[in-house]
Antibody, heavy 122, light 110 residues
Framework: QVTLKESGPVLVKPTETLTLTCTVSGFSLSNGRMGVSWIRQPPGKALEWLAHIFSNDEKSYSTSLKTRLTISKDTSKSQVVLTMINMDPVDTATYHC??????????????WGKGTTVTVSS | QTVVTQEPSFSVSPGGTVTLTCGLSSGSVSTNHYPSWYQQMPGQAPRTLIYSTEIRPSGVPDRFSGSIVGNIAALTITGAQADDESDYYCVLYMGSGIWVFGGGTKLTVL
């Protein structure tokens, strides 16, 4: 069974750095047809794709947030880590990680974590 | 910056058919964007309905179908049921490992 579970702080202060961890099970982060993305959703708002890491360690970032994001993985620990610098109250959201699976030509988010809620407030 | 557009809201009668759309603020949606669609119930993580334009993962009812119509991607729900009332999101692949979500459509079944 494939599962993803997000963990990290519930509350961060403005200007601080957020570090979130996605722990996966049921698949390997070295599988060439799989990667992991981070997606967030502010309260009452739309989902927003943030970043992705491929099995070969290539990374990609949202155009609007790329200066603030870093994604990395530790295959031996089955973990993907997202850091976001200079947090602001508008970054308050539920942060999800999702497995990206490439059955044929393209990836899609086939399994999602339940998400972790992060509030940015002083 | 390219924006992925969806209707903010839509309503359908029980048993009816509804088509939700997914477009681009600049340009046309094509199969090369590999449109995917996700359903999100309140307080839950999204569930995949469609990927690569029209492919349904196992377990998704065949009353959900995806297509490209003209220059937009479309999700059609036939025989709408009460538990289809939900938020629906499309995602487009922009190339270079970048994906963009649409703003979502809140579907009401009444």
């Amino acid at each position: 069974q494939v599962t993803l579970k997000e963990s990290g702080p519930v509350l961060v202060k403005p200007t601080e750095t957020l570090t979130l961890t996605c722990t996966v099970s049921g698949f390997s982060l070295s599988n060439g047809r799989m990667g992991v993305s981070w997606i967030r959703q502010p309260p009452g708002k739309a989902l927003e794709w943030l970043a992705h890491i491929f099995s070969n360690d290539e990374k990609s970032y949202s155009t609007s947030l790329k200066t603030r994001l870093t994604i990395s993985k530790d295959t031996s620990k089955s973990q993907v880590v997202l850091t976001m610098i200079n947090m602001d109250p508008v970054d308050t959201a539920t942060y999800h990680c999702a497995r990206m699976f490439q059955p044929r030509y393209a990836y899609y988010m086939d399994v999602w974590g339940k998400g972790t809620t992060v509030t940015v407030s002083s | 910056q390219t924006v992925v557009t969806q209707e903010p809201s839509f309503s359908v009668s029980p048993g009816g058919t509804v088509t939700l759309t997914c477009g681009l603020s600049s340009g046309s949606v094509s199969t090369n964007h590999y449109p995917s669609w996700y359903q999100q119930m309140p307080g839950q993580a999204p569930r995949t309905l469609i990927y690569s334009t029209e492919i349904r993962p196992s377990g998704v009812p065949d009353r959900f179908s995806g297509s490209i119509v003209g220059n937009i991607a479309a999700l059609t729900i036939t025989g709408a049921q009460a538990d289809d009332e939900s938020d629906y999101y499309c995602v487009l692949y922009m190339g270079s490992g970048i994906w963009v979500f649409g703003g979502g459509t809140k579907l009401t079944v009444l």
